[in-house]
């Protein structure tokens, strides 16, 4: 099924840990996105990559790195992870230029104790 | 800084009855206005979109309603259903900086 996978599902880590947020898109779209959910904070940008080789700050990026791998792939990394950072991640993709050509993966649920 | 303010944060409405959600703005380089519906679990999915242009756009039940001098928009859901019971987000588009901000989300509940 075309779409955005995100790995793992869930997560629970200790405060310090370290982690990698897989994403991958199979619409070869140009642009990828990591947000953050929070309740009551709606989700907020981390970091984006327009295209392939480039990438960006959002508007939460500490304690967060991104690689985009290739086309297909957009990392999140936490390289140590701290209680605030207990959140739903989602990461998405875009054609350029598209608006609404938005597509959401189902999430990954972060929990940092 | 929220640059998309929602209003409700958790709405409960009768099956049959209107659910409304506003949100506010204040960026006018913001040019595009879509809404997102997420269910449990789920990615947030698009739901339906304004253009600045236009004052209104329906689709079936759902129905956007824009005032660009007062900068604000809503969501209207008509004969509301219990299927209908999700996270709404409304959202503006920065063409510029090719970026999608989000308000924070109301949690719609629709009693049978």
């Known amino acids: 099924n075309a779409g955005v996978t995100q790995t793992p599902k869930f997560q629970v880590l200790k405060t310090g840990q370290s982690m990698t947020l897989q994403c991958a898109q199979d619409?070869?779209?140009?642009?990828m996105y990591w947000y953050r959910q929070d309740p009551g904070m709606g989700l907020r940008l981390i970091y984006y990559?327009?295209?392939?080789?480039?990438?960006d700050k959002g508007e939460v990026p500490n304690g967060y790195n991104v690689s985009r791998l290739n086309k297909r792939e957009f990392s999140l990394r936490l390289e140590s992870a701290a209680p605030s950072q207990t959140s739903v991640y989602f990461c998405?993709?875009?054609?350029?230029?598209?608006?609404?050509?938005?597509?959401f993966g189902s999430g990954t649920r972060l929990t940092v104790v | 800084q929220q640059q998309v303010k929602q209003s409700p944060q958790s709405l409960i409405v009768q099956k049959g009855g209107i659910s409304i959600i506003n949100c506010a703005y204040e960026?006018?380089?913001?040019?595009?206005f879509p809404w997102y519906q997420q269910f449990p679990g789920k990615g947030p999915a698009l739901l339906i979109a304004?253009?600045?242009?236009?004052s209104e756009k329906k689709e079936g039940r759902f129905t956007i309603s824009f005032n660009k001098s007062a900068k604000q928009f809503s969501l209207h859901i008509m004969d509301s259903q219990p299927g209908d019971s999700a996270t709404y987000f409304c959202?503006?588009?920065?063409?510029?900086?090719?970026?999608?901000?989000f308000g924070q989300g109301t949690r719609l509940t629709i009693n049978p």
């Open positions: 998405a993709s875009r054609e350029l230029l598209i608006p609404d050509g938005y597509t």
């Open positions: 619409m070869n779209h140009n642009s």
């Open positions: 990559s327009a295209s392939e080789g480039t990438t």
């Open positions: 960026n006018t380089a913001f040019d595009y």
């Open positions: 304004i253009r600045p242009d236009v």
């Open positions: 959202a503006a588009y920065h063409r510029g900086a090719q970026k999608l901000v």
